[in-house]
C-alpha cells in the first residue's frame, strides 16, 4: 500500500498517476503497486513535479514499522534512527543554508534549470562537445534493471585538459548476493561488498558531491543514468540529471566496421590497452581514451 501526496504538480503527471492509484482527495493518492511499479512512480514525479511538492508513504514488510518515507521539495526529510523511520522536523538553520545555496546559484548567473535549458540547447548544435573539463562515470550492477537489480560499485574521475585531477570510487553493501556470473565478470565478492561496501545512500551523496555539475562522460548512458536516477529516486535525493555524452552513441557516428559498439571491442579496434575491465574505475578510465580518441576522429573530418 502507499500513499502519495502532490502539491503544484503539472495536471498531466495527475493523469498519469490514475493509471495505478486512486485519487480520493485533491492532491492525494492512494493504491496497491509492485516495488517496480512504486519506484518507477516516484521516479515520473521527480521528473515531472519540478516546483511542485511531493511525499510518499508506503509499506516495506521489514524493520519495527514496516513504513518508509520518500520526500521531494519538501522541508520535512526523512531519517532513519537506529532503524526506525521518521521523519525530521524543518529547522530554521537548515533551510536557512538551503536557501542560501539557491540564492548563490540565482546570483551566480544561472539557476540549475537555466543551465540545463542553455545545455540542452547547445548539445542540439553539438551533440558531441569537446569537452575540457569533465567527469566520467561508471556503474555496476547485479544485472540490468534498475528497479529489480542493485548497484554494486561506483565510480568516477575527474578530468581537466586531458590530465585526471581527481578520482572517487567505492563499493556498494546489498541486500541479496551476487550472481555468480556478475563475480565471475567483475572479480567483486560477497565478501569484498561486507568488508568495504558503504551504504548505497552514503555512496550516492558523496558520488554527486564529487561530480558536482561537471558534465558526465560515460559508455552507454542510458543504462548508468537508469540505475543512478532509480536509486536517488528511492532515497528521496535530487535525480543525477548533469549533462552527458554517451561515446556508444559517438562511436557509432564515427567508427565504422566493428562488430559491435561494447566497449572491450572499442578499445580492441582503437588499440587501447586497459586491464581489470568491468570494475568502476577502470572503465572509467578506458572510456576517457575513447572518448580522446574518437573527439580525434572527430577533429580529423571537420
Known amino acids: 500500500m502507499i500513499v502519495l501526496t502532490l502539491t503544484d504538480c503539472p495536471p498531466a503527471l495527475r493523469g498519469e498517476l490514475t493509471r495505478w492509484l486512486l485519487e480520493v482527495n485533491t492532491g492525494v493518492y492512494v493504491g496497491k ?37 520518500r ?33 548563490d546559484q540565482l546570483h551566480s548567473g544561472y539557476s540549475k534549470a537555466s543551465k540545463f535549458l542553455k545545455a540542452r540547447q547547445m548539445s542540439r548544435r553539438d551533440p558531441f562537445p569537446a569537452w575540457n573539463d569533465y567527469v566520467v562515470i561508471d556503474v555496476e550492477t547485479t544485472g540490468l534493471s534498475p528497479y529489480q537489480d542493485e548497484i554494486l560499485e561506483i565510480g568516477a574521475i575527474k578530468v581537466r585538459n586531458h590530465e585526471v585531477i581527481g578520482q572517487y570510487q567505492t563499493l556498494i553493501k546489498i541486500n541479496g548476493k551476487i550472481p555468480q556470473d556478475v563475480a565471475k565478470l567483475t572479480g567483486i565478492t560477497d565478501e569484498m561488498l561486507e568488508q568495504q561496501g558503504k551504504p548505497l545512500k552514503e555512496a550516492l551523496t558523496e558520488f554527486m558531491e564529487f561530480v558536482q555539475d561537471l558534465p558526465v562522460i560515460v559508455h552507454n548512458s542510458d543504462f548508468d543514468y537508469a540505475f543512478l536516477r532509480a536509486a536517488c529516486g528511492r532515497f528521496g535525493l535530487p535525480l543525477f540529471s548533469n549533462r552527458r555524452l554517451d561515446t556508444l552513441a559517438m562511436a557509432r557516428r564515427f567508427v565504422d566496421h566493428v562488430a559491435n559498439f561494447r566497449l572491450e571491442t572499442l578499445l580492441e579496434h582503437f588499440g587501447i590497452e586497459v586491464t581489470g575491465l568491468h570494475r568502476s574505475l577502470n572503465d572509467c578510465f578506458a572510456a576517457m581514451q575513447l572518448y580522446m580518441k574518437l573527439n580525434e576522429i572527430r577533429q580529423n573530418e571537420k
Open 33 to 69: 503497486v509492485s516495488a517496480r511499479v512504486r519506484d518507477h512512480i516516484w521516479h515520473r514525479v521527480q521528473e515531472q513535479a519540478v516546483k511542485g511538492r511531493a511525499t510518499m508513504v508506503f509499506s516495506t514488510g521489514k524493520g519495527e514499522q514496516r513504513l518508509d518515507f
Open 71 to 103: 520526500t521531494h521539495n519538501a522541508d520535512w526529510e526523512p531519517i532513519d534512527f537506529d532503524g526506525l523511520k521518521l521523519m525530521l522536523r524543518p529547522s530554521s538553520s537548515r533551510l536557512a543554508k538551503r536557501y542560501e545555496k539557491s540564492a
